[in-house]
DNA sequence: AATCATTCCCAAACCGCTTTGGGTGCCCCA
DNA sequence: TGGGGCACCCAAAGCGGTTTGGGAATGATT
């Protein structure tokens, strides 16, 4: 890869080397542009931005010009001249007593952040404490700062959606909102279905005591995947036991220290039912810990949002899962949502993900009772 | 909290009610507030900013009706006028070899966010693939987009920081840059010396077969705790082996690759130093996998960057590790740059962390030799 | 009483684009 | 030959703030 600096000496500048060396630098303006090239500023905007009326030939004259002196519109007047914020909101809430940062959070925003750039516009991050959401919420719409907000980590009922219907700011929700009083754009997992699969597999195994070690249960998606579990035991006949149940953020010491509890019971769990992979990891060493074995003595199913730094093994899986992928869902979410700002007569959309069950390592009949 | 809409019927509507009812939506601009108070809008706007020349007593005026009507000042119009974007870049590059995100990322940003929350800017992220990269630098200095710039995770000799001097965009590494032509501004943690100190610890454990689960060589971190793995061994004449060093992404996956790979040799290691929490993870399954105990027959020391999600145990340390928060370096990066911003004639500001050396349960004296 | 600062406020220019509402030249057709 | 219709281009008015450069009171000074 030449780099520019290995250029035999004495070769000189080229004439379009000095050029570009100047070029560069000029931070040039439509008006500046327009003058370089005899013409007014409506018309190089006009064949810039594709506008008919321009004739082709002068058209190509002005990209040719544009390019040549490295012109970019400058972001700001844009801006204020199409009353257009080009801009994406993500208001990340970091709670005053969970002071954990959203894991799935890098990658649903490098998903995200593909369609941003393919779309041309940009991703603004609000990082807040719950209390000030709804003020971040107001002061974005009122300021001008976003066309749109994407709404991370739906809880149930969810004060958020009727927040944004009523100052009027287009959003989607990563997730849903149960009890919401209005139809609202969302995308989600069907996490029902998903944790339902997952608990029917653990039964069709022969286990009976199945723990859910879930997410917060006041989040919609922990909600749901509870009550796919509670369902899968009641088609079966089955009483889950509460005492089997927990739900916190999941960390992974939480993982770890709700597995150890369980397993110290004196009826101890067979299976494990996890919420993601990063209190599976916690369960799994908690089982370690105890001398079990995962798979044989104990069986673990977890939900794989697919993190990039956490692949659940190589080729092979390690753990059984629901799988989807995080970043994908970042991707469709901005899309939609992009979609909804350019057609604002457009009616709510929702696209639901089906999450697919990978069997791993980790499950195994259920051991004989001792 | 009344609505306006429950009044007695013939009550009408008190002056107050109403206009708090119509306010509530007018999304009022400066001149719409100025000539509601028989102002100029140039006085609305000194009297809003603090500017000196306007009678305190009109302020008081101004900034409660300001309040009342929820006058927000349009971020587009400011941002135009003055010629400042309020805003600071994050680049966050998606390699094409390499899809991962950077896990330390969220907890980074989630720093910086609250410094811009205090400091009024706005945090805009670009996802770009590596290639993209310069360009993406070049087109947010010159349509304006942002203020500056905080660059991620530098590799030796980066070419990003040229290119910034060169663009004249003010910026901060999080992380240095071995052999960068100019002075620059930059936080770190003291990654030598942090390895230095882990690999000493367990020279005097009596290991001496240390492995090295390190990042990828090319990135500057990497490179300065490998030569701080190498100096402590150096310091008492020990020749570390390099069939004990591996280099990768830091996955899960990686760490329990690479551990599995190197336990099987003829002369395994007795210790392991891992650049992260993410691929110790992988470790620590590598050796349960084989049938050994961490802490006892091997140890295990890593780079703990305090991750919300990924907290390192509750009271007792799960792994001895070199700690030094990501978030706080976000914090003060964050802050490093606006001061950098906000006074342009500032010379290059640097800011050096130590981690601490925890000591947790997967240390322990080198086992007798088979 | 005339002069000079101060204090407080305003009109207008400006930031760099987009967009409205023409205007000019040219060709075509009746 | 004169009017209508295109095809191209431009001047000027926004967008909603900030900032420059006064100007009118008021009070203090000589």
Redesign the pocket.
Known sequence: MGNGFDAPAGAGYSPTTFENALDDFA????????STL????????????G?????????ARVVAAARQHH????T????????RAMAIGHVITVSTKHEIVNPIFADFIAGAGETYLRRGYDMLLTVVTDADEPRAYRELKSR?TVDGIIVHTPKAKDPRIGLLHEIGLPFVVHGRATGAAEPYSWLDVNNRRAFQRATNFLIDLGHRRIALINGLEYMDFAIRRRSGYENAHQERGLVPDPALMRSDEMTETYGHRAALELLAQPDPPTAFLVSSMIPAIGVRRAIEERGLKLGRDVSVITFDDELSYLRNGEDLPIFTATRSSVREAGRQAAAMLIDLIEDPAKEPLTRMFEAELMVGMSTGPAPARG
């Open positions: 931070p040039m303006n439509l008006k500046e542009l327009a005899g013409l007014s500023p409506t018309t190089v905007s006009r064949a810039l931005n506008y008919p009326e321009v004739n082709e030939a002068t058209r012109y970019q519109p400058n700001r007047a844009i801006r204020l001249a199409t009353g001008g």
